[in-house]
C-alpha cells in the first residue's frame, strides 16, 4: 500500500470531513494534512465550523462524511464497518496519544492541581503512581504551576487553569496535541502566560492544530495558517503570507475586521504584560 | 379523653423492638437500592435504547403507583413464582425497589448538573464512557445530590410504616398491636409517631452535616469565583 | 399456578367504580388542603404573630417528619375517642387534606416569595388594603407560580389515597383486597388496580411535567 509513505509527509490526514447540526452544514468537505512537526493555527469569523472541524480531529465530535487518519491508522471515518465496541477502544487508545485543550480549561474542580495531571495518566495510561506523579510534576513544572500542585483548581486564575489543563494534556507524551481557542476566555492579562506555554510546546517541536483569535501569536508560531469562513478552509499558507498579503477578499475583510491592518508580524507581545500576572 | 402514660412502660420494649426493624429495613433497603438507583440512572443514559427503554420504564411504574399497592404485588407475586420469603425480606426488596427509582431520578439530574465540559474534557484524554463517569463526573455528582438523596432516605423511613400492612414486626405494626391489646390508639400511635418523627430530625441533622463538610471545598471555591470576578470586572 | 387474566377483565368494572372513588377522595382531600393551607398562608404572613409562625413551623415538621399511615390512624382512632364520629370515609379525607396542607403550605410560601414586593406597594398606594389585596392582588399571582409544584402535589394525594384501604375505605385498593379475598387470585387482580393506578398518575405527573416546561419558556 502507498499509505505508508504518505503518512510520514502527512501526520494527519483529514480527509473531505463534512458535519451538519440539524438543517445546518458547519463543514463542507474540508480536508488538511498535517506534517510531524507542524503548528497549524485556524483562524476565522466565529461560527465558520473551525472548532467543530477541530473537533473532528480526535473524533470527539463524529463527523457525517469523511474520515480522519493519524499515521495512518484510522481515527474515525464515515462508514466505519468495525463494531461500535472496538471502534470505541481503538478511539480511546487513540485519544490518549492526542491532546485536547479546551476553551474552558475544564479542569476537573474535584480533583487537586496534581490529581488533575495524574489521574488520566493513571486510568488511561495505566501508569503507576510514582511514575504518573514523576511525570505530572515534570508537566507541572514546564508550564509553572509545580508551586501549585496542592492546590485546588477552583483557587487558580483563568491562565494558571489553562496551563494546568496543558500540563494534563502534556503528561500524557501526546503526539498531537488540539487546542480550541485556549486564550479567548481569559482575561486579557492572563493570555500571554498561556501563549509563552505554548510558544515553548513549538519550539519542542510538537505537532500542534490550534484554534485561535491571535494573529499576532499565530504570525509567530505557526508555520501554516489556515483561514477558515462558512465551513471551508478559503486560504492556507505560511503566516506572513495569509496575514500581510490575504489573496481573498473575504480573508481581507476578516483582517480588517479584527482592526489589524496596521499589523506588524514582529509586535506580537505588544499590549500584553510578559508575564501572566495572574499568577 | 385521658392519657395512660403506663403503656410507655408496659410496652416501651416492645415498641423499641418494632423501631430497630424499621432501621433494619430501611438500612436494608438503602443497601440495595441506592447501588440499583446507580445502574437505572446510567441505564437511562444507555446508547442501547432498549436498556434507556427498560430502566425509564422502571423508573415511571415506580414513581406512579401507590407504595402499598406494589408492597401487596410483590408480597403476592413472589409466591405466585414460588419464590417464598419471609415477610421481612419482602419488605426490603419492595422499599429497595420503590427507593432505587426515586434515587435514580435524584442521580441523573446531578450527573445533568455538572457541566458537559467535565465529560468532553474526560473522553478527550482516552477515558471511555464507563471511566469519565467513575473518576470524573460521579465524584462531582455527590455533593450536589447529597441533599435530595436525604430527602428520599427520610421518606423511605415514613414509607417502611406501610410493610405493617403485610405484616412485618415495624415500629407501626408495633404500634398496632399494643392499641389492639390496650385500646389506646392514641397513645400507641403518637408514640411511634414521635419516634418517627425524632428519628427522621435526627438523621436531617446529621445529614445536614455531612452536607456542609462535602460542600465546603464547592462553596469556598464559588466565593473564591466570585471575588476574582470583581478585580476583574472593574479592570476590564 | 398461572397468571389468568379472565380474572383481570372480570374485575375491571368494579375495578373502575373503585378508581372513581380513588379520584374523589383524592380532589376533596386535595380541594380542602389548598383551600386550608391558603388559609394558614394568608393568617400567617398577615397577623405576623410569632406564636402561629411557630405553631405552623412544628405542624409541618411533625407531617413531614411521620409516616401518613400512622397519621391516618391517629386521625382515624382518636376521633370517635373524644366522641366526633365521621366515619372512614370522611376521617380518611381529613387525614388527607391535614397531610396535605403541609406540603400544600411550603409550595404557597414558594409562590408567595415569587410575588414582588412592588405588587403590595402598589396595591396599597391604590387603597386595596386587607381582604382585597389578598384576593385581587397576591392570591392570583401566588397560585399562578404555584400551579406546577400543586399537580405534583396533586399525584402525591392521589398515591396517598391507596392508603385508606387500611381504615375500611372503599377506593380502589380495598375493591381489589375485596375481589381476590373472594376469588382468591390477587396477582391478577392487583395487576389491574395497579395499571389503573399508573395510569391516573401518570397521566397527572406528564401533565405536571409539561406545565412545568411551559411555565419555564413563559419565565425565560
Redesign the interface.
Known amino acids: 500500500m502507498a499509505a505508508g509513505s504518505e503518512t510520514k509527509h502527512n501526520f494527519l490526514e483529514m480527509t473531505e470531513i463534512r458535519k451538519s447540526f440539524g438543517d445546518m452544514t458547519v463543514l463542507h468537505d474540508v480536508s488538511l494534512s498535517v506534517s510531524q512537526g507542524e503548528v497549524i493555527c485556524i483562524i476565522g469569523p466565529s461560527g465558520c465550523g473551525k472548532s467543530t472541524f477541530l473537533r473532528t480531529a480526535n473524533w470527539l465530535t463524529p463527523a457525517d462524511g469523511g474520515e480522519v487518519r493519524l499515521a495512518g491508522e484510522l481515527v474515525g471515518g464515515v462508514p466505519d464497518a468495525r463494531s461500535v465496541s472496538t471502534q470505541t477502544k481503538e478511539l480511546n487508545a487513540l485519544r490518549a496519544r492526542v491532546g485536547m485543550v479546551f476553551q474552558n480549561f475544564n479542569v476537573w474542580p474535584h480533583l487537586s492541581v496534581l490529581e488533575n495531571v495524574v489521574c488520566p495518566q493513571m486510568v488511561v495510561a495505566k501508569r503507576r503512581r510514582g511514575e504518573a506523579e514523576k511525570q505530572a510534576l515534570a508537566a507541572l513544572a514546564e508550564v509553572g504551576l509545580d508551586d501549585k500542585k496542592s492546590e485546588w483548581p477552583d483557587n487558580l486564575s483563568g491562565g494558571q487553569k489553562q496551563r494546568l489543563a496543558i500540563a494534563r494534556v502534556l503528561a500524557m507524551d501526546p503526539v498531537l496535541v488540539l487546542m480550541d481557542e485556549p486564550t479567548s476566555a481569559l482575561d486579557p492579562e492572563l493570555v500571554s502566560g498561556v501563549l509563552n506555554v505554548l510558544k515553548r510546546l513549538a519550539q519542542k517541536g510538537m505537532t500542534m492544530i490550534i484554534v485561535t483569535h491571535e494573529l499576532g501569536f499565530a504570525s509567530s508560531v505557526a508555520d501554516r495558517v489556515v483561514f477558515m469562513e462558512e465551513g471551508r478552509i478559503v486560504e492556507e499558507g505560511a503566516p506572513d503570507v495569509i496575514l500581510q498579503t490575504p489573496k481573498t477578499e473575504r480573508l481581507k475583510l476578516f483582517l480588517e475586521k479584527l482592526n489589524i491592518t496596521a499589523f506588524k508580524p514582529n509586535s506580537d507581545s505588544a499590549g500584553h504584560p510578559t508575564m501572566d500576572s495572574g499568577s | ?1 385521658s392519657i395512660d402514660l403506663s403503656i410507655i412502660t408496659n410496652y416501651g420494649p416492645q415498641l423499641l423492638l418494632g423501631f430497630w426493624m424499621t432501621i433494619k429495613i430501611v438500612v436494608g433497603a438503602i443497601i440495595l437500592g441506592m447501588p440499583f438507583g446507580l445502574v437505572l440512572a446510567l441505564g437511562r443514559r444507555s ?1 442501547l435504547a432498549i436498556i434507556r427503554f427498560f430502566a425509564t420504564s422502571f423508573i ?2 415506580f ?8 408492597v ?2 410483590l408480597f ?2 413472589l409466591p ?1 413464582y414460588g419464590l417464598h420469603l419471609p415477610a421481612e425480606y419482602v419488605g426490603v426488596v419492595a422499599l429497595a425497589a420503590f427507593g432505587s427509582a426515586y434515587f435514580a431520578e435524584v442521580i441523573r439530574g446531578g450527573i445533568d448538573a455538572v ?1 458537559k ?2 465529560l ?10 464507563w ?1 469519565a463517569m467513575r ?2 463526573i460521579l ?2 455528582t455527590l455533593p450536589i445530590i447529597l441533599p435530595a438523596m436525604t430527602n428520599q432516605t ?1 421518606s423511605l ?6 410493610l ?2 403485610i405484616t412485618v414486626g415495624e415500629l ?1 405494626m408495633a ?2 398491636t399494643v ?1 389492639g391489646e390496650t385500646f389506646r ?2 397513645e400507641a ?2 408514640m ?2 414521635l419516634l ?2 425524632a428519628l ?2 435526627t438523621l436531617a441533622i446529621i445529614m445536614r452535616r455531612v452536607e456542609r463538610k462535602v460542600s465546603r ?2 462553596s ?3 466565593r ?2 466570585v471575588v ?1 470576578a470583581a478585580p ?1 470586572a472593574t ?2 | 399456578m398461572k397468571f389468568d387474566i379472565s380474572y383481570t377483565f372480570d374485575a375491571l368494572p368494579r375495578l373502575f367504580e373503585g378508581s372513581l372513588v380513588t379520584l374523589t377522595l383524592a380532589l376533596l382531600g386535595f380541594a380542602f388542603s389548598v383551600v386550608l393551607a391558603t388559609i394558614v398562608t394568608v393568617a400567617r404572613t398577615a397577623s405576623k404573630s410569632r406564636i402561629l409562625a411557630y405553631s405552623v413551623a412544628i405542624y409541618i415538621s411533625f407531617i413531614r417528619g411521620t409516616p401518613l399511615l400512622v397519621q391516618i390512624f391517629l386521625v382515624f382512632y382518636v376521633l370517635p375517642i373524644v366522641g366526633i364520629n365521621i366515619g372512614p370515609m370522611s376521617a380518611g379525607i381529613l387525614a388527607l387534606t391535614l397531610n396535605s396542607a403541609a406540603f400544600v403550605i411550603e409550595i404557597l410560601r414558594g409562590g408567595l416569595a415569587s410575588v414582588p414586593q412592588g405588587q403590595f406597594e402598589a396595591a396599597r398606594s391604590l387603597g386595596l388594603s386587607g381582604f382585597a389585596l389578598w384576593v385581587k392582588v397576591v392570591l392570583p399571582q401566588t397560585f399562578m407560580a404555584s400551579i406546577p409544584p400543586l399537580v405534583n402535589e396533586f399525584t402525591q394525594v392521589l398515591k396517598a389515597t391507596a392508603l385508606l384501604s387500611t381504615i375500611t375505605v372503599v377506593e380502589l385498593m380495598r375493591v381489589s383486597q375485596q375481589i381476590y379475598s373472594n376469588n382468591y387470585h390477587p396477582v391478577e387482580v392487583l395487576t389491574g388496580a395497579f395499571v389503573m393506578y399508573f395510569l391516573m398518575c401518570f397521566a397527572v405527573s406528564r401533565s405536571a411535567s409539561l406545565l412545568e416546561s411551559k411555565f419555564e419558556v413563559k419565565r425565560a
Open positions: 379523653m446508547r415511571e411504574v414513581r406512579n403507583t401507590p407504595f402499598i399497592i406494589q401487596f404485588m403476592y407475586v405466585f457541566a465540559g467535565q468532553e474534557s474526560a473522553r478527550a484524554t482516552g477515558m471511555s464512557d471511566q473518576y470524573i465524584p462531582q427520610l423511613v415514613k414509607e417502611s410504616a406501610i405493617s400492612t407501626t404500634a398496632i392499641q390508639p392514641f400511635f403518637i411511634v409517631a418517627y418523627w427522621n430530625e471545598r464547592t469556598s471555591s464559588s473564591a469565583k476574582r476583574a479592570e476590564g
